[in-house]
């Protein structure tokens, strides 16, 4: 969940911090306060395009950042994991905009291409109104979703993984078939190609290991030089050493400490840092004691790597994927050495795989097909409370034309809704209103709370052309989507801004001939004259402050 906004010299805002809470959190303010200002900063962050025009007027560069707290087994969390960011539950994304250079972008302090932004933002935040950020558009998140909600993540998965086998095993055998016509020139290509992997031996993990020790034997003079110098400056010279200085030290405040115990604890912080130091100085030692210069092993290494490095130019690949490389060539020579054994061999594995596919396939289309059902009428239900009657949601699953099975399934799954009543229904993508599109998110979020993926969902325009009781009634349905994730609505309704557990105001103020953004969460009483701002206006009366009051205790209840 997204857990604090930091912004700086962006539009009219000078700097602003925003902390938020786990939940549903609702941003008002007048018409043109500048609400949007914060969703724009948090989509350039996530990875949107930049121009230099949205840095504030006079100022050379705008900067924004987002933390997120995640959980180890969130699909961001994986992606943080597979590129070598995770940090112990937090991602920190940072971008920095200037007016005469590229604009940055940052994943916990490490600089990354925008697009890797981008890719990690999708994973992050769902921002349902504009269409460029909707995931709901994609038609793999569509699938996605309807496999969620049919319970079907390890069967698809399982799918995968047999698709993956009969692609391979079907270009294996098409491979074979090829290769009869030449088959002796290419055996003894591949004879020679595996011999030499064979000699080489090199092991799948060995490279990062040979690397390692080449630098070190490498430069065994200097660590040695190094460390000697370190160890004496911590441990072994007389006067100077750390450790007797802190020795002295803790000597002279422990005397200091029977006239003031509260020099007590810093005592005890001081031995424990001594104890550190003592344990540091004793790895040193060790450590040097087991350094050694050895020119021997270290040409040794060295031809090691020069063989693995001329034979990954050989084969035009990076040293690392010799041992994958040679393994398939071993596979191939193997196929065409025993080519009648094994066109057999491969056809009746292929047949299997096959086998396997369709059984798994045809298995998550009976599923998908009841689980479209319930998920079509669910949503249209969920639309009749949400200011749509009459609106419906489709779910439309077109089997794949034969022979294009695909790893995900046999059949494309598409959203499409007619939003008024004797309108065809159209794909999700091309429903016009931000307001509409808006609420069927809503509905369909509503009834996916308990299998979604993204954290947290930003509703922009959700309250576009509604107002009533249709607008408590969004209002309950975001507090109850809280209840799963984390909700950020934009509103201009009284009725669902008071259903937030969490108000943030966005107002402008003047600053002589500059006009500033400013946000700030609200406390009961500034909630209370904010809600009743929004139902009545500039003037504010006591019936208009008792009406704002009763709403607060209807929805806190």
Not at 38 to 44: K, V
Not at 333 to 345: A, P, S
Request: glycine fraction near 8%; hydrophobic fraction near 40%; proline fraction near 3%.
């Amino acid at each position: 969940m997204l857990t604090i906004l930091h912004i700086r010299d962006f539009a009219i805002v000078r700097e602003l911090e925003l902390s938020f809470e786990p939940g549903f959190t609702v941003l008002t303010g007048e018409t043109g306060a500048g609400k949007s200002i914060l969703i724009d900063a948090l989509a350039l962050v996530l990875g949107d395009r930049a121009d230099s025009d949205v840095i504030r007027h006079g100022c050379a560069r705008a900067e924004i950042s987002a933390g997120f707290a995640l959980k180890p087994s969130h699909d961001a969390a994986k992606w943080l994991k597979e590129h070598d960011l995770f940090e112990d539950r937090e991602c920190l994304l940072r971008r920095v905009i200037e007016t005469d250079k590229p604009s940055r972008g940052f994943i916990n302090g490490r600089p990354m291409p925008i697009q890797m932004l981008r890719e990690l933002g999708e994973y992050l935040v769902d921002v349902h109104g504009q269409h460029e950020h909707q995931s709901l558009l994609r038609r793999d998140a569509q699938r996605q979703i309807l496999d969620d909600f049919a319970g079907l993540e390890d069967s698809v998965v399982t799918l995968a993984g047999h698709h993956r086998e009969m692609q391979s095993l079907h270009e294996r055998l098409e491979s074979l078939k090829q290769q009869t016509a030449d088959r002796e020139a290419r055996t003894e290509l591949l004879r020679f190609q595996v011999r030499e992997l064979d000699a080489l031996g090199l092991a799948a993990d060995e490279i990062p290991a040979l690397e390692e020790e080449h630098a070190r034997l490498a430069n065994g003079a200097e660590l040695i030089e190094g460390v000697q110098a370190v160890t004496q400056a911590v441990q072994e010279d007389e006067e100077l050493a750390v450790s007797r200085q802190l020795a002295r030290a803790l000597n002279r405040l422990e005397t200091l400490a029977q006239y003031d115990p509260q020099l007590g604890e810093i005592v005890a912080l001081l031995n424990e840092a001594a104890i550190q130091i003592d344990e540091a100085g004793g790895r040193l030692n060790h450590y040097l004691d087991s350094l050694e210069l050895d020119p021997a092993r270290l040409q040794t290494v060295e031809r090691r790597l020069s063989t693995v490095h001329d034979l990954a130019r050989k084969h035009k690949l990076k040293p690392e994927e010799l041992p994958a490389v040679h393994a398939r060539l071993r596979a191939e020579l193997d196929d065409i050495e025993n080519y009648d054994v094994n066109l057999g061999k491969l056809e009746e594995n292929l047949a299997t795989a096959r086998a396997a596919y369709f059984k798994t396939a045809k298995d998550v289309s009976r599923r998908r097909e009841v689980a479209a059902k319930k998920l079509t009428r669910a949503v249209s239900d969920e639309m009749q409370e949400l200011g749509m009657p009459g609106g419906k949601f489709e779910l439309v699953l077109t089997p794949l034309p034969e022979g294009e099975a695909s790893a995900q399934g046999l059949e494309r799954v598409e959203f499409q809704v007619s939003a008024n009543p004797g309108q065809p229904a159209r794909p999700l993508a091309k429903v016009a209103s931000g307001g509409e599109l808006s609420r069927i998110s809503l509905a369909l979020q509503v009834v996916l709370a308990g299998t979604g993926r993204i954290p947290t969902m930003i509703f922009d325009e959700v309250d576009v052309g509604i107002g009533g009781r249709v607008a408590e009634v969004v209002g309950r349905k975001l507090r109850a989507l809280g209840q799963a994730r984390q909700v950020l609505c934009i509103t201009h309704l009284a009725q669902v801004a008071a259903q937030g557990a969490q108000h943030v105001q966005v107002r402008k103020r003047a600053e002589g001939k500059t006009t500033l953004a400013e946000a700030a969460p609200l406390d009961e009483h500034e909630r209370t004259l904010e809600i009743a701002r929004m139902i009545g206006g500039v003037e504010i009366s006591k019936q208009t402050l008792a009406h704002a009051k009763d709403m607060l205790t209807r929805a806190s209840a």
